[in-house]
């Protein structure tokens, strides 16, 4: 269904590269839209409503979790697509298939998994989400994984070693050459950030990790900050954080939109292939980029190293490490679907089991095979 008012910088539909296995085209909606809509009925989807960033998921229920997450950055992504006439679609598909392969427990388990995998070739994340999606996943008749387009396998796989890059054929390929994937992939990319950064404000403020008052040396907070105060002087703490953060949104969504319309004009790429070839188009201007960077410095220092986090994530790394050396040494622990895959490659088959649990089914399996107590 080919969209007139698409840019000719666009994806298209009618010119993706296509599928791994053949399919007949779809019915009543474009090639994107079933990859999207493949995405949302997947299992790993659904996990992610139990997978979380930076807290674990049973410290409260207002806290972000992936799916929530994924959620907020397909809504930046969409409006950011919309404006510079990019296709919403493939957009959507990619920022919400952005996170499916991350480990429960969030960085610390991504980082605690590959580290027990750093003898069996490693552990990316990203490269999990594309084996989800290409391998994982048992939902079709005659083919392993969703079979989604290439376009979208390209826009998941955000990033990669070359090494790896090698094994993957064509979508490894822009590692190798050093190309660009889509604008829709490079948005999805940074909607991830404005979406993080300004959530893990608003949920590390709402855990009480960190306060207001030291957020005034962050300048894109205090600046917003010091304005809704001017403007609302007996704001409610609550309020003042929601005001404050939906300007920064706000902010960073306008600057992106902004600063990639100037790029694309002064590049003028006629196709997705001029696209792959010139630099990142899609882009913060260099102030906001700074003040982004000045913002995830904040975080980094102040809630990700926090000691409550700390501790939890020491909890959870033992967790992921203690079942990893469970399975290692006796595959016979494994739920039989896994064992049938343990016999190749017994630690790939164990990565991908642990890194499709949720938080509390890891805590769960943990407590089930090292108490006694428990079956
Ligand atoms: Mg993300």
Redesign the pocket.
Known sequence: MPDRALAAYAARPEHSRGRRHREASPVGRGEYQRDRDRIIHSTAFRRLEYKTQVFINHEGDLFRTRLT??LE?AQIARSVARSLRLDEDLTEAIALA??LGHTPFGHTGQDALNACMRPYGGFEHNLQSLRVVDLLEQRYATFDGLNLTFETREGILKHCSVANARQLGDVGERFVKKRRPSLEAQLANLA?EI??NNHDVDDGLRSGLIHLDQLASVRIVARHLKAVRRQHPRLADRRLVHETVRRMISTLVTDLIRASAANLRRHAPGSIEEVRLAPPLIAFSARIREESLELKRFLRDNLYRHFHVVRMSAKARRVVFELFGAFLSDPALLPPEFQARAQDEPARAIADYIAGMTDRYAILEHRRLFSIEET
Do not use: K, L, T
Request: hydrophobic share 25%.
């Open positions: 997450h994924s950055v952005h996170d991830d979406a993080y």
